[in-house]
């Protein structure tokens, strides 16, 4: 993540994750840690880090524009050449909380990246690990939190 780059999270995974860094703090801060708290205390480190680029860049709950543009924040309903179906997923940070029971993809994802700045009706592609390319066509984008109404 760069230093320019804004976080879009609800108000429910900011605080799971301000939650998460205090917690971590406050271990990290024990007066009695054990060989086991030791091992992995590079990887505490690391979270700790992690989180805390989060919550500095982080926007919280502001809706982004209802203009149909994918960007963090929006709820986007796409369809992948290969399926008729659709999929509907939150744009944002996975915080392993539950976004109204909304699959929750990274803007930094390949998906992610394809999607940003797409317009509704425009099609992406984008390479999977098989070294594949899929397409994939932006049905819909509102807004986190419009995205019940239809």
Do not use: C, K, N
């Amino acid at each position: 993540m760069t230093a320019h780059q804004r976080t879009w999270l609800t108000t429910d995974a900011f605080e799971r994750l301000r939650d998460e860094l205090a917690e971590l703090r406050r271990h990290r801060h024990s007066a009695h840690p054990d060989e086991d708290d030791t091992l992995g205390e590079p990887r505490r480190q690391a979270r700790i880090r992690q989180l805390e680029e989060i919550l500095h860049s982080a926007v919280v709950g502001e809706a982004p524009p209802d203009d149909g543009v994918a960007e963090p924040g929006m709820v986007l309903t796409v369809r992948f050449d290969d399926d008729p179906a659709t999929e509907t997923f939150l744009l944002g940070v996975r915080d392993g909380g539950d976004a109204d029971g909304l699959e929750v993809y990274s803007p930094e994802s390949p998906l992610g990246r394809a999607l940003a700045g797409a317009r509704q009706g425009e099609s992406r592609t984008y390479p999977v690990p098989s070294g594949a390319t899929v397409r994939v066509t932006l049905v819909r984008a509102v807004p986190y939190g419009q995205h019940t109404a239809r």
